[in-house]
T-cell receptor, first 112, second 117 residues
Framework: GENVEQHPSTLSVQEGDSAVIKCTYS??????FPWYKQELGKRPQLIID?????GEKKDQRIAVTLNKTAKHFSLHITETQPEDSAVYFC???????????FGKGTRLSVIA | KAGVTQTPRYLIKTRGQQVTLSCSPI?????VSWYQQTPGQGLQFLFE???????NKGNFPGRFSGRQFSNSRSEMNVSTLELGDSALYLC????????????????FGPGTRLTVL
């Protein structure tokens, strides 16, 4: 089955700097890659996703890139703000009735 | 449109007891997935229900079970509770059935925090 590895497990950046979180997946059939943000005590919330027919997608200060050949995808957050501090999860999904497989999460701390 | 709701939000049980958690998906969503979240282990998939049928099951012991009702509401049950079952249990609902070519965009509920003493 699919396996998703996420790095780093913790990340500290200064406010205004960029943050990058990387994930690799094992099954080349995966075609959907969402990213979730979970603030302390709250539910995971979808912040951006990418399909396998797209190499990059941007939404204001966040972007996701996908390299199908290398089987990895990354989340980029620019101009980080304290409210970006949270745990971020990547996930991958194979087409059909299969569940999302999540990485173990990255705890991002933005230091003011 | 109301989001995914879960009840209860908090539970305290003792070893050996059983517990039932409830999840109401977003209106119109027919797929409900359950996850266990513990520190350091991320989100571990328990099972998924679609149209009252379990479609997928994760690698958890048989003490963990679930069901889905005709209105798409879902329950999960854990019997003979162990200390290691203490966790945040999240459910997520999805509109698309996951047929080939579709995508599995999921929306999470707030979770039920279970503490086993």
């Amino acid at each position: 089955g699919e396996n998703v590895e996420q790095h780093p497990s913790t990340l500290s950046v200064q406010e205004g700097d960029s943050a990058v979180i990387k994930c690799t997946y094992s099954d080349s059939a995966s075609n959907y890659f969402p990213w979730y943000k979970q603030e302390l005590g709250k539910r995971p919330q979808l912040i951006i996703d990418i399909r396998s027919n797209v190499g990059e997608k941007k939404d204001q200060r966040i972007a996701v890139t996908l390299n199908k050949t290398a089987k990895h995808f990354s989340l980029h957050i620019t101009e980080t703000q304290p409210e970006d501090s949270a745990v971020y999860f990547c996930a991958a999904s194979i087409p059909g009735n299969t569940p999302l497989v999540f990485g173990k999460g990255t705890r991002l701390s933005v230091i003011a | 449109k109301a989001g995914v709701t879960q009840t209860p939000r908090y539970l305290i049980k003792t070893r050996g007891q059983q517990v039932t958690l409830s999840c109401s998906p977003i209106s119109g969503h027919r797929s409900v997935s359950w996850y266990q979240q513990t520190p350091g282990q991320g989100l571990q998939f328990l099972f998924e229900y679609f149209s009252e049928t379990q479609r997928n099951k994760g690698n958890f012991p048989g003490r963990f079970s679930g069901r889905q009702f005709s209105n798409s509401r879902s329950e999960m049950n854990v019997s003979t509770l162990e200390l290691g079952d203490s966790a945040l249990y999240l459910c997520a609902s999805s509109l698309l059935a996951g047929e080939r070519g579709s995508y599995n965009e999921q929306f999470f509920g707030p979770g039920t925090r279970l503490t086993v003493l």
